[in-house]
């Protein structure tokens, strides 16, 4: 049951960030969303943490915001998965995995 509930509060969090960011648009309704929920959660649950071993040293020489770079290149590979997620820059992108991170911990902070 928690699944389910984390991948509902994560569709929300991306329709919040959707509605808000310019340059990110996401059609098809609500299995979009969800699809788009699950996408990122798959690709953060098992291609993030390799891609962050393998950029250690440069995420050490950049004092951590290569992370940030990790984050958009998720987004950026989700857009590439799932055909009715469109990404129009690396700007929208940073600001989509800022705005759904912080849109899901509050959600899951109120619902726990």
Do not use: E, H, W
């Amino acid at each position: 049951m928690g699944l389910i509930v984390r991948i509902l509060i994560s569709a929300v969090a991306v329709y919040i960030a959707s509605i808000f960011i310019p340059g990110i648009s996401v059609t098809g309704g609500v299995g979009t969303y969800l699809i788009v929920a699950i996408v990122l959660g798959l690709l953060n649950a098992f291609l993030k943490p390799i891609l962050v071993v393998l950029t250690i040293p440069i995420t050490i020489l950049t004092l951590g915001l290569f992370y940030l770079v990790i984050n958009v290149l998720m987004v950026y590979l989700a857009d590439s998965l799932i055909g009715g997620f469109n990404v129009a820059g690396f700007i929208p992108a940073l600001l989509f995995s800022f705005v759904v991170s912080v849109i899901t911990y509050l959600i899951d902070a109120i619902v726990s």
